[in-house]
């Protein structure tokens, strides 16, 4: 792990100076941490404000960079921009990467900077991840997967530095919530992003509220079941008030892209 760390922070000791996507998310966080100890200004942290973002991510995202003390930009992407992505193919997050990035580039261009950095692991070379063939064209580099570095690795570094995303569950855009071909808009991610937050308002930290037009499938992690059980009726009536008719929990837990699993099949 440490042979890992000093070949990244040999990366960006040889660009001196970088833009980082930052999502405020474990990965991102260890990556600004280094990169800001190292390069000081000569590192930005660059973050979406998107309807595909909860808002209680972007506002972490701002703290967290702020805390670290990095130069911190906020880039807005609106609604009239995504209709590639809120149709939803399989090849969405190509799409997605290539719109984010893209305007990451612009303002790298802008400020005369070479290179723009992602937090992308190495465990993320084992699911479905169109969005590395985005990444690829544009030249974006993800030191952290190069220098092979895992996500349980990135968890225990984030704690020798004193990161208080260590322990934080992983983030996915609220996209990833919608089987492929069902039409995303704005109303449906609002939708979504209000009934997981009426889960983490129960204790429950890693969740994920699976669209499936009338239905909400609600995966956690199995400790949590209980937690959903003993709430059953509050969370049947609020998550309705959001627009679901039938709610339902899916019995073999929170998995990372589970909606990925009839791709394989």
Same mark, same amino acid.
């Given at each position: 792990?440490?042979?890992?760390?000093?070949n990244?922070t040999?990366?960006?000791?040889?660009?001196?100076?970088v833009?980082?996507?930052?999502?405020?998310?474990?990965?991102s966080?260890?990556l600004?941490k280094?990169?800001?100890?190292l390069?000081?200004?000569?590192?930005?942290a660059?973050?979406?404000?998107?309807?595909?973002?909860?808002?209680?991510e972007?506002?972490?995202? +701002?703290?967290?960079?702020?805390?670290?003390?990095?130069q911190?930009?906020?880039?807005?992407? %609106?609604e009239? +921009?995504?209709?590639?992505?809120?149709?939803?193919?399989?090849?969405?997050?190509y799409?997605?990467?290539r719109?984010?990035?893209s305007?990451?580039q612009k303002?790298?261009?802008?400020?005369?900077?070479?290179?723009?950095?992602?937090?992308s692991?190495?465990?993320?070379?084992?699911?479905?991840?169109?969005?590395?063939?985005?990444?690829?064209e544009?030249?974006?580099?993800?030191?952290?997967k190069?220098?092979g570095?895992?996500?349980? +690795?990135i968890?225990?570094?984030?704690?020798?530095m004193?990161?208080?995303?260590?322990?934080?569950p992983?983030?996915?855009?609220l996209?990833?919530?919608?089987?492929?071909?069902v039409?995303?808009?704005? %109303?449906?991610?609002?939708?979504?992003?209000?009934c997981e937050k009426?889960?983490?308002?129960?204790g429950i930290?890693?969740?994920?509220?699976?669209?499936?037009?009338?239905?909400?499938?609600?995966?956690? +992690?199995?400790?949590?079941?209980?937690?959903?059980?003993d709430?059953?009726?509050?969370?049947s009536?609020?998550?309705?008030?959001?627009?679901?008719?039938?709610?339902?929990?899916?019995?073999?837990?929170?998995?990372?892209?589970?909606?990925?699993?009839?791709l394989?099949?």
């Amino acid at each position: 792990m440490e042979y890992k760390l000093k070949n990244v922070t040999a990366q960006l000791s040889k660009m001196k100076k970088v833009i980082i996507a930052y999502s405020g998310g474990v990965d991102s966080s260890l990556l600004i941490k280094i990169a800001y100890t190292l390069l000081k200004d000569d590192a930005i942290a660059v973050t979406i404000a998107s309807p595909m973002h909860p808002e209680w991510e972007r506002k972490q995202a +701002e703290r967290i960079a702020k805390e670290i003390g990095i130069q911190h930009i906020l880039i807005s992407i %609106k609604e009239n +921009e995504l209709k590639e992505i809120f149709q939803n193919n399989k090849d969405r997050c190509y799409h997605c990467k290539r719109l984010i990035y893209s305007k990451i580039q612009k303002i790298a261009d802008e400020k005369n900077i070479q290179y723009v950095l992602d937090g992308s692991n190495a465990d993320d070379l084992y699911d479905y991840r169109p969005g590395f063939k985005a990444l690829d064209e544009l030249q974006i580099i993800s030191p952290l997967k190069k220098a092979g570095l895992t996500k349980t +690795e990135i968890r225990r570094l984030s704690k020798e530095m004193y990161l208080e995303t260590y322990t934080m569950p992983s983030f996915a855009c609220l996209a990833s919530r919608f089987p492929y071909t069902v039409d995303i808009t704005t %109303k449906r991610l609002k939708q979504v992003e209000h009934c997981e937050k009426i889960l983490m308002s129960l204790g429950i930290r890693q969740c994920r509220v699976r669209y499936h037009q009338d239905i909400a499938r609600i995966e956690v +992690e199995k400790k949590d079941f209980n937690t959903i059980l003993d709430n059953v009726d509050m969370i049947s009536t609020d998550f309705k008030k959001n627009g679901f008719h039938y709610v339902t929990l899916d019995l073999q837990g929170y998995r990372t892209g589970s909606l990925n699993e009839v791709l394989y099949k």
